[in-house]
């Protein structure tokens, strides 16, 4: 329980700027606009590009962009953070730059469309992947193999919400030495800490939860400190000094936003951070209303099926109940007569037929016809997306 003393979670996202000694007093970090950093010595120059504290150019970090940084640590509890252009520069910056050509990694089958899609991307450049249902961790342990360097999963997948088993895949990723990373854009470092299950990394699309206000892209990975990267056989040789506690994270900002250039704007890292400041109100209350939502669904007779975590009828029921403060503003449901799919659609008023997740307005999308199409229906049955699933994103 946290004592009156500490700041609650709120409190210390608000305060977070003020209090690590903004400029000028200000109550939020400035947006730094500057690409270049300049030094009255060379030396001081030097000592940055040679890891000293300090900046040099914009790609890879601005004092905004580090403000930013520091709140999502803190959300997550973890030792630091980087944040990217869009939440899928962070997981592909996480898999290309910690990943190498022989390398196997175990994938939950039910993730996001665009992640399912780098899955091939992946296959090309020579790392082999197995998607599998991991909603039992015997699944994944079923797939390990000798050169198994990651388990990837989200706490609840888009769309159809399935949760994994996160207790028994970390304890899984322990025994073996594998890091465990965890997509919780859907849950929130609010609902769901990642640490709590042993996750090594934790990825966020900062466009989603986070934000909020469906008016800036960007995304983060976070080291929670919970793995042991001297072990990694992947880290180079360059990055291999100083404490092994910070190697990961160090490899992906360098190569990932130095080499790969997916820089978050201090514009957008601002705007993000503002709607940072929101994320447990917005969460308790976007969460209230989609399991109102469900339960409403669920009695209407011409649905079949409504996927919400805190739904009793969701399969993982007990994980969710288990692991997460509240359900979260994403929920599915399946039509009895999937001719009536887009019919549905245009008739609701209020819901803007949109893409897109976390919006304060509530979104929404036939599944199948949208997001993943590309997919095909082998694929998509595979997943649970029924061809009359629509999506709902709760505002």
């Not at 296959?123 to 990837?152: K, Y």
């Not at 940072?276 to 969460?287: F, P």
Request: with cysteine.
């Amino acid at each position: 329980m946290t004592s009156p003393s500490t700041p609650r979670f709120t409190t210390h996202i608000v305060h977070a700027d003020r209090l690590s000694g903004a400029e000028h007093g200000a109550i939020h970090a400035p947006i730094h606009t500057s690409v270049q950093y300049g030094y009255n010595k060379v030396e001081d120059l030097i000592a940055v590009f040679q890891g000293a504290k300090g900046f040099n150019y914009a790609r890879q970090s601005t004092p905004t962009t580090v403000a930013l940084e520091s709140k999502i640590t803190q959300m997550e509890q973890g030792q630091g953070s980087i944040v990217f252009a869009t939440g899928m520069a962070g997981i592909c910056a996480m898999f290309l730059t910690l990943l190498k050509a022989g390398d196997h990694i175990v994938v939950s089958q039910f993730v996001f469309g665009n992640t399912n899609s780098v899955m091939g991307t992946l296959a090309d450049l020579g790392i082999q992947v197995s998607m599998v249902d991991v909603t039992e961790s015997a699944n994944v342990a079923a797939a390990l193999l000798p050169h198994t360097r990651m388990v990837f999963v989200e706490t609840i997948a888009n769309p159809g919400t399935q949760i994994p088993d996160l207790d028994g895949i970390g304890a899984l990723c322990k025994q073996h030495g594998v890091l465990y990373v965890v997509d919780n854009t859907v849950a929130s470092p609010y609902l769901f800490r990642a640490a709590t299950v042993g996750a090594g990394l934790v990825i966020n699309s900062l466009t989603k939860s986070i934000g909020g206000q469906g008016d800036a892209l960007g995304g983060s990975v976070t080291d929670t400190g919970q793995f042991d990267w001297s072990n990694y056989p992947n880290i180079n040789v360059a990055y291999r000094k100083g404490d092994p506690k910070g190697w990961g994270l160090q490899q992906v900002r360098k190569k990932g936003l130095r080499d790969m250039g997916g820089a978050l704007s201090s514009h957008a890292a601002h705007q993000l951070a503002l709607g940072a400041e929101t994320l447990s109100l917005r969460m308790d209350r976007t969460s209230a209303t989609a399991l109102a939502l469900a339960q409403w669904l669920e009695q209407h007779p011409a649905v079949a099926r409504v996927l919400y975590p805190m739904l009793p009828s969701h399969p993982q029921h007990h994980q969710a109940r288990k692991h997460f403060k509240a359900g979260s503003w994403m929920l599915s449901f399946e039509l009895r007569d999937p001719a009536q799919c887009l019919a549905v659609c245009n008739r609701l008023q209020i819901p803007i037929k949109a893409t897109g997740l976390a919006d304060t307005r509530t979104l929404i999308i036939p599944v199948a016809h949208t997001i993943f199409w590309e997919a095909g229906p082998e694929v998509r049955a595979t997943m649970g997306i029924a061809e009359s699933m629509i999506r709902l994103s709760v505002g």
